[in-house]
């Protein structure tokens, strides 16, 4: 039996971003006057750790946080920005405040296993949130203006849809890249 080597993505080719319109930017690619980023930072330290839960007032945060990494997608005319970040979603979190999440399973196990070892959940472990990426609109000046300090960006629903045939047409990846 004969074993397949799977090997890493190197990207498109030069000749494949110059004829999309694209370039390679340091951490993204620029396409069509959008600019698409994303950067991996490490886990966060004990002391980031603790800033995290002081800036969000909770004890409670996922084992791992990539408080560093984020992906963001900016249209280089308007300036709007739309950028996802650990932070922001865990500030959306905490916001949503929703109660401790009930297993039917972990119920009779907890009637099984000595009531000294039992733990109690008194929050979302989950980390169930709403969050749909942090919008901001960078000036002329290169200072930015998040939605929650009054922008001018307004978001409106719409009836329109997305083109499913226009979305189904072979065209190389520009960009890719994985998340932790």
């Avoid at 330290?45 to 084992?63: C, F, G, I, R, W």
């Avoid at 929050?123 to 009054?150: H, I, R």
Wanted: proline share 6%.
């Amino acid at each position: 039996m004969a074993a397949a080597a799977a090997s890493a993505w190197d990207g498109p080719t030069a000749g494949e971003l110059k004829a999309a319109g694209a370039e390679a930017i340091p951490g993204g690619v620029r396409v069509k006057g959008w600019v698409i980023q994303s950067h991996k930072g490490p886990i966060l330290n004990s002391a980031s750790v603790s800033l995290y839960e002081d800036k969000l007032q909770t004890t409670h945060l996922p084992e791992m946080v990539f408080g560093e990494s984020f992906v963001s997608i900016q249209n280089a005319q308007t300036g709007v920005k739309l950028h996802f970040n650990a932070l922001d979603a865990l500030k959306a979190w905490k916001q949503e405040a929703l109660p401790p999440v009930q297993v039917p399973a972990a119920a009779k196990w907890k009637f099984r296993s000595n009531p000294a070892d039992q733990v109690v959940l008194d929050y979302d472990y989950t980390f169930t949130t709403p969050y749909c990426g942090s919008d901001v609109v960078l000036n002329q000046d290169a200072t930015q203006t998040s939605l929650d300090e009054c922008s001018n960006l307004c978001w409106e629903d719409t009836d329109d849809r997305i083109d499913l045939i226009a979305l189904s047409a072979k065209e190389p990846i520009l960009f890719y890249d994985e998340m932790s």
